[in-house]
Structures are given as C-alpha cells and as structure tokens.
C-alpha cells in the first residue's frame, strides 16, 4: 500500500501533501496505489495518533507506504526502523486511545496494523518487524501481505485471527477484524502492476468495502473459534488462573476502554438481585427484537460467571457489548438479504439501542459493518 489521507481535520491538506510526496517518491512499478482502500481505519488512526504524537510521525499513511517513500513522512523515526513505521503508528495510536477511554480508536488503531502495505510489484512481500510493542495487544499481529505472494493465505488467515483476537481482548467486536482483509490476488507478471485494487481517498467508508473488494481468508466462524472465552482484561494471559490479581487489574485496564459502567453497576446489581443458589439469570435488558432477540447474557457463579453463545466473560459489561453486536450482525444480515425492509442503518441504531439499555458507552464506529 502507498500514500494515504490526513485525519478530518487536515482533510483541506491532503491533496498539496500528496503531490509533494509523489513527486518525491522513487518511479519503480509496484503494485497499484491501495492506500485509502481502508480509508476509515486510516482516519481513525491519524485521530488517535495526533492525540500525542512525540516522534513527529506527519500522517499514518506513510507506514503504508514502501521504506524509501515512508521516510518522507517519518518524523523522527530513524531509517533503520521504517520496517517497523507501521507497528510504531499503531502502537502510539493504541497507547493513545487508551489513555482517552476511546474503544473505536483503539479498534481502529489494532485494525491498522493488519493493513497491507504497498509492495514493488503483484506477489511482492513486504518487510516484518522485528521489535516488540509496547502494547501487548499488538504482539502477535503483522501486516497483511500481497495476496498474491507465496503462501499468502496462510499468513493473512493468521493475521485475521490474531486481529480478532487482539480485538476481543480489548472488548471490541472480534469480527472487525475481517475489515482488516486484502483484495483479492492479482496476477505475477502484471506488467501494469495493477493488481485487484481500489484507492479513493474521497470514499470516507472505504473503497475496498464500498466495492465489495474485500475478500478476507478467515471466515466468521474461524473469528468466533478462535475467540470464544476471549474479553476485556484476558487477552494476555495464557493461562487465566496464573494470577488472579493480573487478571483482575487487566479486567481494570480494559474497562477504561470498554466503559463498563454496567459491569460494576447495572449488572452487579441484576446479579445481587435475580441471581438465586442454584439457577443462572439473564442480565441481557433489551427488548428490541430487528433480526431477531439479542442473545441472552447468561450470569451465574462460576468463575467467569456471564456467557453469550458459548464464549464467557468476567464481566458482563463485554457480555453485553457481545450481544448486542450479534444481534447487530443478525440483523444486518437479514437486511441485506431482504429478509427486512429499512436496510442496516437501521441494525446500527438498534445496537445503540441495546447498549444504552445497558448503560453501555457506543464506540464511535468508523468502520462499516461489512455484513
């Protein structure tokens, strides 16, 4: 991927800024420009960057560029790590997103990491990085590679999934991750380096969702396996009974992210009040029923005492947000299938509903819903 766009507020800028990077930039083919194929991620990023950003670090977009190019735009970033641009970006952008309580700046900031970088030619790699991010949630994800180079689909399966993983740790809707995915493989040879591609800075959503371009390997029920039992506060901790005062202070952490006013009050109070020796209650409130019922939010007394579909929680702030996004998917599915009238719009607004139900926070999406 190439250069990219400025944050919202910088918008009236980007067009003088390009041309004085393209000008600027080496002449060798490549695979086509793609990097405003994820534009809402990119914005987010640049957001949650600009926060605090003390290398200097231009725009985001440069990490999406190729090392000779990235340079341009690398503040203080010294040469030697332009292999590391991107996991620098979206590691200051996470840390950032945390210290503001933001749960979509932080997804987007995770999501970002996953994103392709701009290669040389169809079926070119890019670079891996060899430091290790402050943030944990980022140790485990590289950027998605042409999905037309040797053993792609492998990789950008793994990438998929240890987004989503990432993702669930910090309470956020695992399959997000899939917006993270590449085009389709283009073809070895091309002498035009054109790939399968799309770059419009202009579509605020993405034009490689706009386009129906996506095409992620991992498939939602990959996501859900691999992150069944994941949440907030448990993403780094491979075995969750080592150390139940690490558990508990990551459960903290990420409820700075996730605003789990519900965790500690509504749900609490639900479970102080229903709960009886030996049954289970449903702290799951909402009534809304577009697409079909939200899932029922199953509180008992085991040790991660809420459950939705299978996968547990130890707080049922996460349990809710869960649910509530399921029903959001079912019921986008079933719009855009024409089993209802309205369209999607109106699963999003359902979902707001359904978390203010809950006294939940909604994250600010950027991205949109695939589905």
């Known amino acids: 991927m190439k250069y990219g766009s400025a944050i919202v507020a910088l918008a009236g800028m980007a067009s003088a800024r390009e041309v004085s990077l393209y ?3 080496p002449s060798a083919k490549r695979e086509v420009p793609q990097e405003h194929s994820h534009e809402a991620v990119l914005r987010a990023t640049n957001t949650a960057l600009k926060l605090d950003n003390p290398l200097n670090i231009v725009d ?3 990490s999406l560029l190729g090392n000779a190019a990235a340079a341009n735009g690398a503040g203080d970033v010294t040469d030697d790590r332009l292999d590391c641009l991107q996991q620098i970006i979206a590691d200051q952008a996470l840390t950032n997103a945390k210290a503001a309580g933001d749960l979509d700046l932080a997804t987007n900031a995770i999501l970002f990491r996953a994103l392709e970088r701009n290669t040389l030619t169809v079926g070119g790699t890019s670079a891996l990085c060899n430091e290790t991010p402050v943030n944990a949630e980022l140790a485990n994800i590289q950027q998605h590679q042409d999905p ?3 053993g792609a689909a492998d990789i950008n399966k793994n990438v998929e999934i240890e987004t989503a993983k990432a993702l669930a740790s910090i309470g956020a809707d695992p399959l997000l991750a899939l917006q993270s995915g590449t085009f389709a493989p283009g073809q070895i040879g091309d002498p035009t380096a ?5 770059n419009d800075e202009n579509d605020a959503i993405g ?3 706009s386009q129906n371009l996506l095409t992620p390997i991992a498939t939602e029920a990959d996501i859900l396996a691999a992150t069944a039992g994941a949440e907030a506060g448990a993403g780094n901790n491979n075995n969750n009974n080592n150390n ?4 508990n202070q990551g459960n903290d952490q990420a409820c700075q992210i996730v605003d789990d006013n519900t965790g500690n009050d509504n749900a609490n109070d639900n479970a102080n009040d229903n709960a009886t020796p030996t049954g289970t209650v449903n702290v799951q409130s909402f009534a809304g029923a577009l697409g079909g019922p939200a899932p029922p939010v199953v509180s008992s007394t085991s040790e991660r005492p809420f459950e939705v579909n299978g996968s547990t929680f130890l707080n049922a702030g996460a349990a809710i947000q869960r649910s509530c996004a399921i029903q959001k998917n079912a019921c986008a599915n079933a719009a855009n299938s024409g089993q209802i009238q309205g369209g999607s719009q109106q699963c999003d607004a359902q979902e707001d509903a ?3 139900a809950a006294n939940l926070r909604k994250a600010r999406r950027s991205i949109a819903e695939r589905r």
């Open 207 to 209: 034009c490689i969702i």
């Open 244 to 247: 139940n005062d690490n558990n």
């Open 148 to 150: 037309a180079s040797t």
């Open 194 to 198: 054109a790939g399968n591609t799309c």
């Open 23 to 25: 000008s600027r930039a």
């Open 354 to 356: 359904c978390r203010a």
């Open 60 to 62: 985001a977009v440069f």
